[in-house]
């Protein structure tokens, strides 16, 4: 139920994408510490995955803006599905990586570690 905030990076500022991304993994207990990353950043550290490949955890990237750069993300959950934050209009929610917006805008997935 976290509303869509631009730079936000925490439960106390909300999030963005790409902060709800990283505080996730943050945070998740593994050991990760990669501090607050963009889209961008996020899918510099990562390794491609095929889609044949795509597990849970995975990050999902897509091409949302105009600049024909990754421009957005969220954490793969399984069965087609995927959480992130999504705009200024939602809150953290689940979407479709199969249809629709998400699928029309998919780049593709890679893994952290």
Do not use: E, M
Not at 63 to 83: A, R
């Amino acid at each position: 139920g976290y509303p869509y905030v631009w730079g936000g990076s925490t439960p106390a500022t909300s999030f963005d994408c790409s902060g709800f991304v990283s505080y996730v993994y943050n945070n998740c207990g593994v050991g990760w510490s990669f501090g607050r990353l963009g889209a961008s950043g996020l899918l510099g550290i990562c390794t491609r995955v095929s889609a044949a490949n795509v597990r849970p955890g995975d990050l999902v990237f897509f091409i949302t803006s105009s600049s024909g750069n990754v421009s957005h993300v969220g954490i793969y959950v399984g069965n087609g599905q995927f959480i992130h934050a999504p705009n200024s209009r939602s809150t953290v929610s689940y979407s479709d990586l199969t249809t629709g917006y998400w699928s029309q805008h998919y780049y593709g997935a890679k893994r952290v570690g």
